[in-house]
């Protein structure tokens, strides 16, 4: 079987509609990341919206366990406050989320491009399609994708897998801005096209 890294259309949203409907990804491990922004202990902790940072957290762990079986890379991005002594407690990654062989960036800009060499890091592991997740969905996680699509990778974005501040700004992303850069899935609709990963990644 012949992998692909993503179905080039985008897919463009029913701002009516409640849920999201499955689609069938067909994701090449070798070519495709995940890209996990700003998973930090204070940053989980927040008052987000529509998502629960735990709930956050938990689809976000998932996602990193199905890519790792796969053998894909997991990127895990989060901020420095530039021009401080020392950073805001809970700064660090959520304990446990960072395993070995993982890629671990620190930003000190809203997006995760930018001074952080990961764009140099992606190719040289011969990536193509960047599968997101974080928070908060309208600041890192989109800043991070748009540069992302600028670069010229195929973006996967998942709904259930990042949250913002309120409800109003996620569903400006998710809805209106994010179907415009790449594709808009719930997490059971990430698969990969191996055979050793053949049922892909589900909440089943």
Known sequence: MTAVALAPAPRVLDPARTAFAPVPLALDPARTALVLV?????MVALPLA???GSDVLA????LADA???AGAPVVLVRVERPGIAKQPPGSGLVPGLLHDGDIEVVKRTIGGFQGTGLDEQLRRRGV???????IAT???VESTARAAADLGYDLVLVEDAMAALIGAEHEASVRFDFPRLGTVVRSDAVRFASASAPDGYSTD
């Open 38 to 42: 700003d998973l930090m202990d204070r």
């Open 50 to 52: 529509p998502h629960k």
């Open 59 to 62: 689809v976000a762990e998932h």
């Open 67 to 69: 890519f790792r079986a």
């Open 128 to 134: 193509t399609t960047l599968v997101f997740g974080g």
């Open 138 to 140: 309208n600041l890192g």
